[in-house]
């Protein structure tokens, strides 16, 4: 035909298909985009990004592709076949093609030849490629970010309470001959102390790029954290992020410790946990001067007064200014010489008030001195006091080691007054994939209805609708074979592939449908579907395969947060190509009847009056 003529009646004939597909991407990604929570806001330019742009492309393939097949004449074969490699390639796919037709029509011959049974044997292969999947999950993981190799992190480093800072220097000088001996580490940076915390440290490790280094992010974190376990007064933690989080909440200071003490080595025993921390630190040491009841009521003393008195002794006070030769003003503190306040015992002779004769009252006639640990900070939440427990995550997801700690968490009973507060990135990860869940159901909903009304019926959106758990198990074996986990760039791969893969059952069921008002057969429009739209559904599948090839490989610096996406969607359309040439047609030949030429009436003159076929409904 010519070019006019074909473009008008090719656009015709997948108007349908088209028209449907656009609107399943739509059903798909309108429930995403409105998703609640951070992770809403997170994806909401995500889905409205997709949805736009599949309403301008379904505008585009009505307008402006009709026009110009009409007018951009193909190029002849035999030129492009001079072009070094591109003849090979046109022949060699040519090849494969054919192969592929003919393989696709003996399987669906097969499948018609014993209907019965053999359309069932269909049917649970494709059952099994559904339970496969299920059961490949948990070997998959799940966490709520994949980790990312980002070329830069961070050592968390805590003596005992009361180091000095000369003895954290000496240790941190330590770690930095560990890491700056591995062959990675390109630059370090070290703060030593702070503001009440002569006791920390932290390390900034910058690394070299990934080309340029055989380990990566987190394997070189396991090894400076193997290396730092041989030092021993240094508590470290590695990297950025603690998965892990867990807050116990109580009234009783002393209880809440002792509780979160013993929860937090239960969570030790946990395969995959590491770097424990618990916000429980003994305090800084202290001595508390407590007034003596006697003293109060006979002398008129106050807590205020006792208070000022020792400040003067051992901070000391200004008693007065001098004025330097330069015109400088300088405080002049009054305060007892060094030797005389080295010890405690040294302050309980001081004399800190004075009786009605005159004579010096010691601090220790009206005062107790006791050792004491104040805390360095009190934390308090919903009006209660709060301790937590901290972990990383070390050769497991993070989504397993959330299951068995929320599982230890049902398994602890804790004493009246106390309760567990679960938070961080397990419960992100909750609150994501609840969220995705529910734009997913919606979106099979959606799904449904728009397939029900494009198609007219409302058994044959279940035939395409079959489509979608026949992606799940090329989505798990892409993951594991990659080593990626079920995330949220995952699954949102898997939203993706929700619209994606509908495409191939919905050209297949569409052409089949016009074969059959055209008289043919179940099974010989079935076979016609297949034979005829195989190769547009294989170069779909190739273009999305190539096109998301580049996410999944990562080769750039933190390219990891979103490979999983792309590889779920390739594992997905690969798989439910293959599985939907076959389950889609037996699922059809279930949901749809024969045409039967129906008996002719009898006029009552004995003549015969022809009736006419109403329209096949399914």
């Given at each position: ?455 007219g019926s409302f058994l044959q959106p279940i035939a395409i609708m079959a489509s979608l758990p026949l992606a799940l198990i090329g989505v798990m074996l892409a993951l594991l074979l990659w080593r990626s986990t079920l995330n949220v760039f995952s699954m949102i791969g898997l939203v993706m592939l929700m619209g994606l893969v509908t495409k191939n059952a919905i050209l297949l069921v569409d052409f089949a449908n016009q074969a059959r008002r055209a008289g043919a057969s179940v099974a010989d429009a079935l076979l016609q579907a297949g034979l005829v739209r195989m190769r547009p559904i294989v ?80």
């Amino acid at each position: 035909k010519d070019h006019v003529t074909a473009s008008r009646e090719g656009t015709d004939e997948i108007g349908l298909a088209v028209m449907a597909t656009t609107f399943a991407l739509c059903a798909v990604f309108v429930p995403v985009a409105f998703m609640g929570g951070i992770i809403g806001k997170f994806f909401y330019p995500f889905g409205i990004t997709v949805v736009v742009a599949v309403l301008v492309s379904l505008f585009v393939s009505f307008t402006l592709d009709p026009m110009l097949s009409s007018v951009w004449h193909d190029p002849p074969a035999a030129r492009l076949a001079r072009v070094p490699g591109v003849g090979a390639l046109l022949r060699a796919t040519d090849r494969a093609l054919d192969a592929m037709h003919t393989l696709y029509e003996r399987l669906i011959h097969w499948v018609f030849e014993r209907p019965h049974r053999n359309r069932l044997i269909v049917l649970g292969v494709g059952l099994l490629s559904f339970v496969g999947a299920i059961a490949l999950a948990p070997l998959v993981g799940s966490e709520f970010v994949p980790q990312t190799d980002q070329g830069y992190t961070q050592l968390a480093l805590r003596l005992p309470v009361g180091s000095s800072l000369d003895r954290t220097d000496a240790k941190v000088r330590q770690v930095e001959e560990i890491v700056l001996a591995m062959p990675e580490v390109k630059a370090l940076s070290t703060f030593v102390g702070g503001p009440g915390q002569r006791n920390q440290a932290s390390l900034n490790i910058a690394l070299k790029d990934k080309r340029d280094r055989q380990r990566s992010q987190k394997q070189i974190e396991d090894a400076v954290r193997e290396q730092i376990a041989k030092i021993p007064g240094i508590d470290v933690s590695v990297g950025f992020e603690r998965p892990v989080y867990v807050a116990i909440l109580g009234s009783d200071p002393e209880g809440l410790a002792r509780v979160a003490t013993e929860f937090a080595e239960k969570v030790k025993k946990i395969p995959g946990i590491v770097d424990v921390e618990l916000s429980v630190k003994p305090g800084l040491p202290a001595y508390a001067v407590r007034l003596k009841p006697d003293a109060v009521r006979e002398l008129g003393l106050t807590a205020p007064q006792l208070a000022s008195s020792l400040r003067a002794y051992v901070n000391g006070d200004t008693a007065t200014y001098w004025t330097t030769p330069d015109g400088n003003q300088v405080d002049v503190v009054l305060r007892l010489n060094q030797a005389q306040r080295e010890r405690i015992d040294q302050l309980r002779g001081l004399p800190v008030a004075f009786a009605k004769d005159g004579t010096p009252i010691s601090l220790e006639s009206v005062a107790t001195i006791e050792s004491v640990f104040n805390p360095e900070v009190i934390r308090r939440q919903n009006l209660q006091r709060r301790e937590a427990v901290f972990a990383g995550v070390k050769d497991r997801s993070t989504g397993d080691v959330g299951n068995d700690v929320q599982k230890l968490i049902k398994e602890t009973t804790l004493p009246p007054g106390y309760s567990f507060d679960v938070g961080g990135q397990m419960q992100q990860q909750a609150e994501a994939f609840n969220g995705l869940l529910a734009a997913m159901a919606l979106a099979v909903i959606f799904i449904y209805i728009v397939l029900a009304s494009q198609f007219g019926s409302f058994l044959q959106p279940i035939a395409i609708m079959a489509s979608l758990p026949l992606a799940l198990i090329g989505v798990m074996l892409a993951l594991l074979l990659w080593r990626s986990t079920l995330n949220v760039f995952s699954m949102i791969g898997l939203v993706m592939l929700m619209g994606l893969v509908t495409k191939n059952a919905i050209l297949l069921v569409d052409f089949a449908n016009q074969a059959r008002r055209a008289g043919a057969s179940v099974a010989d429009a079935l076979l016609q579907a297949g034979l005829v739209r195989m190769r547009p559904i294989v170069m779909t599948t190739g273009a999305m395969v190539f096109g998301m090839l580049p996410m999944a490989l990562a080769f750039n610096d933190g390219g990891e947060i979103q490979a999983p996406m792309g590889r779920a969607i390739i594992g997905g359309v690969i798989t439910s190509t293959i599985l939907t040439l076959l389950v889609v047609p037996v699922l059809y030949s279930y949901l749809v009847r024969e045409k039967k030429p129906r008996p002719s009436a009898q006029a009552s003159g004995g003549g015969t009056i022809p009736r006419t076929m109403p329209a096949d409904r399914d």
